[in-house]
Structure formats: structure tokens, C-alpha cells
């Protein structure tokens, strides 16, 4: 029709002015052309004949006479009484072929005159020439409906546009009665003039109606026997959407097809369990149509099962893609079937089959598969998907290329006919490190379509997972309880040390020479403390003062000391979560993981970067995951601090929460960092979690459990340092540490209870001392119980500090007790009996918090 339309504008192009039709054309003469070139030929020779001195005027004067000719003929062209013989013959081709056009067309000009109509058009309107045809708008009338298109028709014409109707129109043009149908087509055209003008075009289309109603009416008819077919008949698409239902499955399944013809159901909300995965992992190649029987249940709108039988078929473009289903279903239910016991029993066997745990399928001796059940489909559908696109049906294709060959000697075995295959632990195909137990069986004779063999396989990538935790568990246990057992074996040491440096400090003055050394002593050895109470808080065996606190405070007042450990080429960004719970922790080790975790970010952007702290609640009602891993559900503080450093490799990150464990170099750290950090949350009842993708940065998790209780009685503040003495001001007066009374020291290491012995001799105490809980008991028989106060190690050869304290309480002892440990209280207070009064001094210590413990204690 566009070509069409095209000749028609050329045609209005060059008949402009003369719209009727037959009007005679100007032609050109060969005869009269080789005259005139043989007048000018003569002329030319006669005046070569002349004298030059009287051919001259001659020459002139036809030269004027050519050019007269010619500047006529130029203007006699551009009012068009001289056409071009080129220009001609293309107008008359075009007007040829758009008045032979089957299809009516009218130039109309913009003040309702008719331009050019051809002789279709003229024949739609009775006429002869186009001065006595009436224009489109004037030609259909009729009923309102004709009247409403012609005059949308017309409206778009004044407008400049183009549009389409299709009228019915009764009765059709030039008959008395009947009915036709016309498509009205206008468009605006452009003239040479530069008017404006319209095309209309008619073409009759009541035939290709007709054959429309027709088809219309046959697909109707094939709806209505579908619909009402003694089977059921779906289509299901690739996303899983049901985009048709026939009315016999409809009334299967109790539901209405009227109110189902709005969409919404999902093939999931028909087929329960794993028979959804079944039908959907349907694996098919480029151009290939796959038909598969399943006998599976499907759910009735009211939740009750309809056993049936599938004949599922989906066809694949040649690119591979799947397109529209093609699914008949059977009734299988009770009275619906002749063979009733046999009926009952593929119900029966279909059920177990598609409703059993285990992933089960046929192959054959090449691992090609042939029948699988739902849950096999759901476990290794994705793995039959290639990269390019296309499948493979082959057990081979769902494991490890690693593992292949261990399947393959299984799947020989079965062929073979050997009934004794162990099952075998492999890797699945794909991303993740997802895994599975295989149990390969031999198919007793080799049925007809080859099968030799039926896979069962089993999903063990949890309980991989969960080994691989247990065993990570246990060896930080281990390496927790050899942390703890070097740090205590050292701390007292180190208590050794210190106190001796203490006595040593006690009797020389800063102005003795050996005042400094013994000052580096006392400080390395403060030192060497503070790696121990490191190792003492990955094993969980630190010492804490918890109290309420909250993440926003604390992170205010951190903020300037981030800042300044930070430098100026990171920035820092603090975000706090709105309402945030108060968690119930020890401050001063929180601060030191604060701390810990921007140091190592830090480190990680030499060149700058940004570092973003952000708190936030977690709601019992958000499982929070890691990994295989998944936090217990209840209420928890989240704060994550995230940098845009290098980030950790994937081969360490599960390493670097261990002891000693550090990528920095000889010198610059100890590997202790995160390995208090970790035992500082999991001794506050937490988790932490780490991700890191390297190039772009690592992101630390820590979730503290809420704190909804009143505070503790223990709730203590965390000591503060003292402030510095302000110029001009009194000195404090130094504190009384004398004291009187009977102590009794136990301790095993012979260097601390020397020290111990000696330190509160020379403050006025009588001191007992004992190497073990048995010879404490022995003692305190040989004072008769009159004793004051027991200062006790609590790990002890023999007999330990708790144990200690429950037999003096037999003997009706009322002595005060001070436990000493370079473990943390909780360790071994759970130990003692309920209500039981005690005082706790943490190894090591200095000579003044001895002396001020036990005056303390003893009021």
C-alpha cells in the first residue's frame, strides 16, 4: 500500500491542473528535430561562403535570433506550456499504474476541490470524471459508527496526519442492499506549488473479513471441544506461569476458568513438592521437541491431591529456547480407571517416587539419563545447562570434572552387573562447593530403552558444611586451650618478674643508677602482660568488667582517636541506626576492637581510602546468615565496619581469626589482632563475621546480643587513667597500705609466693604460706582456724582454689577470700557454691593492687 500511495502522489505531481482523466498529452517529432539541425547545418555553410567583412552582421544577427529561441523556451518550460519528453513519460507510467490500482485514491485539496481521482475510485463513486465525483467524507454515510470514523478520518486530514479506518458499511457502495466492509486510509501530500493536499484511499476488504470471521469461528469451535475434552489440557511457560487451562482440568482442580482467565497461577500452585522442578527441568536441544511421561499429584485449589498422568511437551527455537508447554493430563483418581488395583498401585509407587528425599533417576551403561524423579530435578536441573546454552542429559555432566572418573567406574560396575558399589562423595558442577552421596545400583536385566543403572543421590552440603565448622571448632578450641595454658604458665612468670621489680623499686630512688634499668624491666615485662591477655582473649579466658552500654556513645567519644590513627588520606565515615538497643559488654575491651579493626583497615590502603562504621538492629524476625552458617534467631546489635583497602584472599580468610596468623611483615605485628577480637565476641555471647573481595575491600560483622534487663550490680565502669597533676595544686596524700592481721598465702610457684610473702611482711601482715590446697588445709588446722584472710591461686597440683574454699567452709571457717588467677572470674566461679562472698585479683599484678586487694578485703 505504501508503494501505492507513493505512485498516487506523483501522479497528483504531475497532473496538477488537469484532474480529469484521458486528457491528451503533449508528444514530441523526430521529423521536425532533423529539420531544425539541418537549417542550422545550411546556415553554417552558406555563411562560411560569405566575405567575413559581410557574414559578420549575418552571424550576429542569428546568434540574436538563437538567443531569443532559447531564453522563450526557458520561460515557456517554467509556466509549463513546453514540457520535457523525460518528465513526460514518467508522469504518464505513474498515472498508468495508479489508475489500473485496485484500490480507489482522491487528492482533495485543501479548500474541498478535487485534485485527481483514479479509476477505482471513480467506479466506488458512480462517476465518470472526476468533477462529478463526490469526495469520501460526502460518499460514506450511514449509520453514526460510519459517521464517527469519517469524521476521525477528516479530522486527522486538517491536522496533517495520517490515519486508518475499517467501516462497515450496509448498504455497500454502488449496490441497493448487502454489506461490505471498506479500509478509509488518509495522509497529507505535498504539491509543487506548495499547497497542501490529502490522500484518501479506499480498498474493499469485506472478503478478507469474511475469511477472518471464518477462521474466528473454527477457532472457536476448537476452544469449545478442548475446553470440554474428557482430558485435561495446560500451557505453561518458561518462567512458570500456567498462560492456559482448558475447563475439564479447571473442574478437576476446582477452579473457575473466568476468574482464572485473569492470570496469576503459577505452575508451583498446581504441583506440589518437587514435581514442579520435574516438569520445569524438561532439557531439550535446538529444534528438538521432548515429550515426557510423569505420573505426579496435583493440588486442588482446596488443598486435596489429584493423582495424574502427564504428557509434558515443550518445544525449543533453535537457539535453544524453551517455549510454551504443550501438557495433557489423565485422571487417575479412584472409579477413573478399568484396571482399578493396577491404577492404585502406579498412584502409589508415583508418590514414593516423587515425594522420597532422595534424588533418584535411570541411565544407561553410558550415563546418558533417561528417567528422574522431582527431587533429582530440583537438586541437579542447573547443572544440565551448559555455558552456550546447550544440554546435556548425562549424570557426568551433574558432578565435578574432578570426580567424573570415580561415576564412571560406579556406573561401569552397574553395568557390569556387580551389585557390591560402595557410595561415593562427590562435588556437584557449578558454582559454590555444594556436594552429594552417590549410591550407584545394577539394573537387574537391561530393559528395552537401555537402562543398566539407578542413581540415588543424596545432598550433603550441609552436613559437609557443618563438619567443616565442628572441625574448625575444635581446632580453635585446641588452639585456645594451648593459648590459655601458655598464657597462665606465663603469667606467672611474668608475676615473678614484675613483683621483684616492684620490691627492687620500692628501695631505690629515681635518682639511683639502677633506678631506669630496673624501670625497662618492669615495662617489658608489662609488655610481655599485655600479649598474654591477648592470648587469654582468643582462648575466652580474659578478664571482663561488662556493663550497658550503647554503640552510639561509644562511637562518639572514639571518634577523634580514630581520626588521628587514621591519618588525613582515609576518611572516615560514622553512620548510626536510629533507636538502637543497649548491649551488655566489657567498654574498654570494645573500644580495643574498635580500635584493632580500623588499625588493620588502615593498613590495608596505603594510599587512602575510606572507612565506613555503620550500627543498625537486627530483629530476631531477620535470620541472619554467613556461609553455611546461621545465627541462632533473636535480638542482636549489628556494627560493620567496612574499608576500600586490599582486601583478603579467599585461601586465608578462614585462617586469620588463629593466633599468630598475620600477612604483615617480620616486625609489624603479632597476629594477635583479630584473635582477641574474636575472643573478646564470643566471650560476650556474639558473633563476628568477615567478608572481603580482594582489590575492593573487607567488611567485619560483629552482632552483640541485646540487653532488655536492669543493670548488674556489677556493672562497673572501666578504670580510667589518672588524670595528670595540675600545676600549683597540693599533692594528694599517699594512702595508708599498712595493715594487721593473719593471711594465709597458697600458691604453687614458689617465685610468686615468695614475692607475695614478702610484699605483705613489710606491710605489717603475719603471713602463712602454703604451696598447695592440701598443705593450706593442714595449716589452717595447725592455726585452729584463726585465720583472717586466704589470698589462693585457683589452678593448683593437687587440690584447686575452689575445692580449697569448699573444705575450709566445712571446717566452719570464716576467713575472707581472695582467688588469683590469670584467668578471667567466670572461668572458675561457676565452680563455687551458690552465694559463695570472694574477691578476685587477675595475674599478673603489682605490688601496690596486692597490698590494696587484701587491706580492701579486710576492711
Request: net charge negative; charged share 25%.
Amino acid at each position: 500500500m505504501a508503494s501505492r500511495d507513493r505512485s498516487g502522489q506523483d501522479a497528483m505531481i504531475a497532473g496538477a491542473g488537469a484532474p480529469a482523466p484521458g486528457k491528451p498529452q503533449r508528444s514530441g517529432s523526430a521529423a521536425l528535430l532533423l529539420a531544425l539541425a539541418g537549417v542550422l547545418v545550411g546556415a553554417a555553410i552558406a555563411l562560411s561562403l560569405v566575405a567575413s567583412e559581410k557574414a559578420q552582421p549575418l552571424i550576429m544577427g542569428l546568434l540574436a535570433l538563437l538567443a531569443v529561441v532559447g531564453v522563450f523556451a526557458l520561460f515557456a518550460g517554467a509556466v509549463g506550456i513546453i514540457e520535457f519528453a523525460g518528465k513526460t513519460s514518467r508522469n504518464d507510467l505513474t498515472k498508468s499504474v495508479v489508475d489500473s490500482a485496485a484500490e480507489g485514491m482522491i487528492v482533495v485539496e485543501g479548500d474541498g476541490r478535487i485534485a485527481y481521482a483514479n479509476d477505482a475510485y471513480l467506479r466506488f463513486a458512480g462517476a465518470r470524471t472526476a468533477d462529478a465525483a463526490l469526495t469520501a467524507e460526502r460518499l460514506f454515510t450511514g449509520s453514526a459508527d460510519v459517521s464517527e470514523a469519517i469524521y476521525r478520518l477528516a479530522q486527522a486530514a486538517r491536522d496533517g496526519k495520517s490515519a486508518s479506518e475499517e467501516i462497515r458499511l450496509s448498504p455497500p457502495l454502488g449496490a441497493l442492499d448487502g454489506v461490505a466492509w471498506y479500509r478509509v486510509r488518509v495522509r497529507p501530500v505535498d504539491r509543487p506549488s506548495g499547497r497542501r493536499a490529502t490522500l484518501w484511499t479506499i480498498a474493499d476488504v469485506t472478503r478478507e473479513r469474511e475469511r477472518q470471521e471464518n477462521v474466528f469461528q473454527e477457532l472457536q469451535h476448537a476452544i469449545d471441544y478442548l475446553d470440554h475434552a474428557p482430558a485435561g489440557f495446560l500451557s505453561i511457560d518458561a518462567a512458570g506461569d500456567v498462560i492456559y487451562m482448558n475447563a475439564t482440568l479447571a473442574g478437576w482442580l476446582d477452579y473457575d476458568l473466568a476468574q482464572f482467565g485473569s492470570g496469576g497461577l503459577k505452575l508451583s500452585d498446581l504441583v506440589p513438592g518437587d514435581g514442579a522442578a520435574l516438569l520445569s527441568g524438561v532439557m531439550g536441544g535446538a529444534g528438538e521437541v521432548r515429550t515426557e511421561i510423569h505420573d505426579l499429584d496435583l493440588r486442588r485449589r482446596g488443598g486435596q491431591s489429584l493423582p495424574v498422568r502427564l504428557f509434558h511437551s515443550v518445544a525449543y527455537a533453535y537457539d535453544g529456547t524453551p517455549g510454551p508447554s504443550r501438557t495433557l493430563a489423565l485422571n487417575r483418581s479412584a472409579g477413573e480407571d478399568v484396571a482399578e488395583g493396577q491404577r492404585a498401585a502406579e498412584v502409589r509407587f508415583a508418590r514414593f517416587f516423587n515425594n522420597t528425599p532422595l534424588a533418584i533417576a535411570t541411565i544407561d551403561r553410558h550415563g546418558r539419563i533417561a528417567r528422574t524423579n522431582g527431587p533429582f530435578a530440583k537438586l541437579f536441573g542447573s547443572a544440565f545447562k551448559g555455558h552456550d546454552g546447550s544440554t546435556a542429559r548425562s549424570m557426568l555432566a551433574v558432578v565435578g570434572e574432578r570426580d567424573r572418573e570415580q561415576l564412571t567406574a560406579a556406573i561401569a560396575s552397574a553395568a557390569a552387573g556387580r551389585g557390591d558399589i560402595a557410595p561415593i562423595d562427590l562435588a556437584l558442577a557449578g558454582e559454590g562447593t555444594r556436594s552429594a552421596r552417590f549410591f550407584v545400583t545394577t539394573v537387574e536385566n537391561e530393559a528395552e530403552d537401555g537402562e543398566a543403572a539407578i542413581v540415588y543421590a543424596l545432598d550433603t552440603t550441609e552436613q559437609r558444611a557443618l563438619e567443616a565448622q565442628f572441625a574448625q571448632a575444635q581446632k580453635m578450641q585446641a588452639v585456645g586451650e594451648l593459648a590459655g595454658g601458655v598464657a597462665h604458665d606465663f603469667n606467672n612468670v611474668l608475676q615473678g618478674i614484675m613483683g621483684y621489680a616492684d620490691l627492687l623499686l620500692v628501695n631505690h630512688r629515681p635518682t639511683d643508677p639502677s633506678f631506669q634499668d630496673i624501670m625497662q624491666i618492669k615495662q617489658n615485662a608489662n609488655r610481655a602482660a599485655g600479649l598474654v591477655r591477648q592470648l587469654l582473649a582468643f582462648s575466652r579466658r580474659q578478664t571482663l568488667r561488662p556493663q550497658v552500654m550503647h554503640f552510639g556513645e561509644v562511637l562518639s567519644d572514639l571518634g577523634m582517636l580514630l581520626k588521628r590513627l587514621l591519618g588525613e588520606r582515609v576518611e572516615l565515615d560514622v553512620r548510626h541506626g536510629r533507636d538502637l538497643w543497649p548491649v551488655r559488654a566489657d567498654l574498654t575491651q570494645f573500644e580495643q576492637v574498635v580500635v584493632n579493626l580500623a588499625v588493620n583497615a588502615r593498613d590495608a590502603m596505603p594510599d587512602g581510602g575510606r572507612l565506613s562504621i555503620r550500627t543498625s538492629n537486627v530483629h530476631a524476625t531477620e535470620p541472619v546468615t554467613a556461609g553455611e552458617q546461621v545465627m541462632p534467631a533473636a535480638d542482636y546489635v549489628l556494627i560493620e565496619i567496612q574499608d576500600s583497602g586490599t582486601g583478603i584472599p579467599q585461601e586465608i580468610i578462614d585462617k586469620i581469626f588463629q593466633p599468630f596468623f598475620t600477612t604483615k611483615e617480620v616486625g609489624k605485628g603479632t597476629g594477635l589482632g583479630l584473635s582477641m577480637v574474636y575472643g573478646f565476641v564470643k566471650q560476650s555471647g556474639g558473633y563476628i563475621f568477615c567478608d572481603s573481595v580482594v582489590d575492593r575491600g573487607t567488611t567485619f560483622r560483629i552482632y552483640l546480643p541485646r540487653h532488655s534487663g536492669e543493670e548488674h550490680a556489677d556493672d562497673l565502669p572501666a578504670a580510667k587513667p589518672e588524670k595528670a597533676p595540675v600545676p600549683g595544686a597540693k599533692p594528694k596524700p599517699t594512702a595508708d597500705l599498712t595493715g594487721h592481721g593473719v593471711v594465709l598465702l597458697v600458691e604453687d610457684e614458689e617465685a610468686v609466693r615468695a614475692f607475695g610473702a614478702r610484699a605483705l611482711a613489710q606491710r605489717g601482715y603475719t603471713v602463712l604460706e602454703a604451696a598447695s590446697g592440701v598443705e593450706a588445709l593442714q595449716v589452717f588446722d595447725e592455726q585452729g582456724g584463726k585465720i583472717d584472710l586466704v589470698v589462693s591461686d585457683v589452678v593448683m597440683p593437687e587440690m584447686d582454689g575452689p575445692s580449697l574454699l569448699r573444705e575450709l567452709r566445712k571446717r566452719d571457717g570464716k576467713a575472707k577470700v581472695i582467688f588469683v588467677s590469670g584467668y578471667a572470674e567466670e572461668a572458675f566461679s561457676k565452680n563455687l557454691p551458690d552465694g559463695e562472698e570472694f574477691s578476685f585479683l587477675p595475674k599478673p599484678f603489682t605490688l601496690k593492687q596486692l597490698i590494696e586487694a587484701v587491706k580492701t578485703a579486710l576492711g
